[in-house]
């Protein structure tokens, strides 16, 4: 059984910045693409960022130049830096992660005040 356990939401004011982690424990053997998607009240979840095994990076164009996601292959952890936030990066934000199937984290909240 593999679970996803997110952290470092929170409150922040716009322009300010936060960092969220994820990280998988169980069994787990190698992990694919790590990723971040969001959630925002009476919206649909979108992906935010998507990182594969080898590094390749993926972003929505909403958060380019603010957002940067990293893992760390070694501790099963998957990290998105945002900076320059703003009110409408207000949402629950899921970490993802494909071990064979694909596992979602519990989720975490992320809330920007203008």
């Known amino acids: 059984q593999v679970q996803l356990v997110e952290s470092g939401g929170g409150l922040v004011q ?3 910045s936060l960092r969220l982690s994820c990280v998988a424990s169980g069994s787990i053997f190698r992990v694919n693409v790590m990723g971040w998607y969001r959630q925002a009240p009476g919206k ?5 960022a998507v990182i594969t095994s ?6 929505a164009d909403s958060v380019k130049g603010r957002f940067a996601i990293s893992r760390d292959n070694v501790k099963n ?3 998105l830096q945002m900076n320059s936030l703003k009110p409408e990066d207000t949402a629950v934000y899921y970490c993802k992660m494909k071990i064979g199937y694909d596992y979602w984290g519990q989720g975490t909240q992320v809330t920007v005040s203008s």
Request: avoid cysteine; aromatic fraction near 12%.
């Open 77 to 79: 952890t998957v990290y």
């Open 54 to 59: 080898g590094g390749i990076t993926n972003y």
């Open 44 to 48: 649909q979840r979108e992906l935010v």
């Open 14 to 16: 716009a322009g300010g």
